[in-house]
């Protein structure tokens, strides 16, 4: 199985900054597309962002321009430096990861989610 562990969600002022990271783990092949997640109190999940293992990324305009997502495929990590943040961009942020990989059975593609990260931005 592919394991994602987030880390570096917290409590952030207004116009502050946050860097999230995400390991995955397990008899990985290759990643094929990396990315982010959130869901806001209410509000279905949403992409933030999308990195694929050549480095092409992916934005929606709520974003653009104010995060930025990269990623280590040595370390099979994905990171999303966030700035200028704002209220809106409080969430539980998600990892997501899909690629082909060693698991009972044979090698298989999977997609994988992490547990969630809290951002807080507070006004």
């Known amino acids: 199985q592919v394991q994602l562990v987030e880390s570096g969600g917290g409590l952030v002022q207004a116009g502050g900054s946050l860097r999230l990271s995400c390991a995955a783990s397990?008899?990985?092949?290759?990643?094929?597309?990396m990315g982010w997640y959130r869901q806001a109190p209410g509000k279905q999940r949403e992409l933030v962002a999308h990195i694929t293992s050549g480095g092409s990324t992916n934005y929606p305009d709520s974003v653009k321009g104010r995060f930025t997502i990269s990623r280590d495929n040595a370390k099979n990590t994905v990171y999303l430096q966030m700035i200028s943040l704002k209220p809106e961009d409080t969430a539980v942020y998600y990892c997501y990861a899909g690629g082909r990989a060693l698991i009972p059975g044979g090698l298989r593609d999977f997609e994988s989610w992490g547990q969630g990260t809290q951002v807080i931005v507070s006004s």
């Open positions: 397990g008899r990985l092949l290759f990643i094929n597309m």
